[in-house]
């Protein structure tokens, strides 16, 4: 069996009291080989890291089998995320997300001048609660469109959208729409009908998919996401990019882990079996829990929402609450480890219901 021989009881051990499970970040801490490669990277810290990236972009090359042009690294997918809207929306265009999309979208298209347009998101009650309605989407894009983005799967719901209804989306999106597929949680997810945009990106000039380094890979602290798309896209991003926009550190880290394919296995495992026993025990408690494919789950806790987040944090566990997204009555809640997930567990029942 395979044992990543490094100190995640240890790291446990530094935020003994905390359960943080508000970040959405990886528990399990990163790849030990990304870690030895970051010590090593350190004696090279008087240099500037590669401007290119080189070495990652072939590493993510030879990955996802994409050429080396068609990828565009970031400072973490949000730096990414925040330059789309910059390059190609801007006032006067309209940029469409979806109701409980990922809260960046609307940062990006505000931070642009952008017009923002929200697509409702479906009903609670729907196959997919508070997922993304196609159709609506599909509605909200105008002749002033220049950008669409959707998170598959989302955050801050954990729903996806299905294989089928996602390529019916890319091919319904205008061609001069530039429609950005955000992929944070891509590596997470497991179910039969979910499916990557990636290999879509071959046929569509409009199509932009991002990933992150920062969830499956454990590198949220130093900044890596990157973007696959259309050489002639890329070429333009390119131009508006920092030199050094990805650190020294970061380059290391991510090239060391994208090789440690064990490792991602065993988080992925991990991440996916506390997620199943997280989601049964929360049900079994009366509370309702959206279905996820990411590494936090969306639970309804009603009325009591605040007062049950705030005992929460007296007893050491921290949740995102929802009442910036317009979901007052629900908690984002990271599945943390087996552990951790005691401690939610154990807590919640001091104060729930
Ligand atoms: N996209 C989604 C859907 C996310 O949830 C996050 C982080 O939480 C990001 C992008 C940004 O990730 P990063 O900037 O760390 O790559």
């Known amino acids: 069996a395979y044992d990543p021989g490094h100190d995640v009881a240890g790291m446990r051990e530094r935020t003994q009291w905390l359960v943080e499970l508000g970040s959405n970040e990886n528990p399990y801490g990163p790849s030990p080989v990304a870690r030895a490669a970051v010590l090593d990277a350190l004696h090279l810290m008087h240099r500037y890291p590669d401007p290119r990236g080189a070495r990652l972009k072939a590493a993510l090359s030879n990955r996802h089998g994409v050429e080396p042009e068609r990828i565009l690294l970031g400072n973490g997918s949000h730096e990414l995320l925040m330059q789309f809207a910059q390059v190609f929306a801007g006032p ?9 999309g990922f809260a960046v979208f609307a940062l990006a298209a505000g931070a642009s001048g952008a017009t923002c347009r929200v697509a409702a998101a479906l009903a609670p009650d729907a196959t997919m609660p508070l997922g993304h309605d196609v159709e609506a989407l599909l509605r909200a894009i105008t ?17 996806w959208l299905d294989r089928d209804s996602l390529a ?11 429609l950005v597929v955000d992929e944070a949680y891509g590596e997470l997810a497991d179910a039969h009908n979910y499916a990557s945009a990636l290999t879509l990106t071959k046929s569509r000039p409009n199509l932009v998919v991002t990933r992150t380094f920062s969830k499956a890979y ?34 290391a880290a991510c090239e060391a882990a994208l090789a440690d394919e064990a490792h991602l296995a065993w988080c992925r495992e991990r991440n996916a079996e506390q997620r199943s026993a997280l989601t049964t025990a929360l049900r079994q408690r009366g509370i309702a829990v959206l279905p ?4 936090f789950v969306l ?33 984002r809640i990271t599945i943390g480890t087996a552990d951790e997930n005691r401690r939610l567990l154990a807590a919640l029942d001091e104060v729930f219901p």
């Open 168 to 178: 019916r989306f890319v091919d319904a999106v205008p061609a001069d729409v530039i």
């Open 299 to 331: 639970a309804h806790f009603g009325e009591r929402t605040g007062a049950i987040e705030a005992a929460l944090v007296e007893r050491g566990v921290v949740l995102r609450p929802m009442a910036g997204y317009g979901l007052p009555d629900y908690s």
């Open 92 to 100: 006067g265009a309209d940029v469409v997300y979806s109701q409980y």
């Open 292 to 295: 996820s494919q990411t590494n």
């Open 218 to 251: 454990a590198l949220a602290g130093v900044r890596c996401g990157y973007a696959i798309a259309a050489e002639g896209l890329v070429a333009v991003m390119e131009r508006v990019r920092e030199s050094f926009n990805v650190n020294a550190f970061a380059l």
């Open 143 to 159: 002749p002033s469109t220049r950008l669409v983005y959707i998170a598959n799967p989302n955050n801050p719901t954990g729903t």
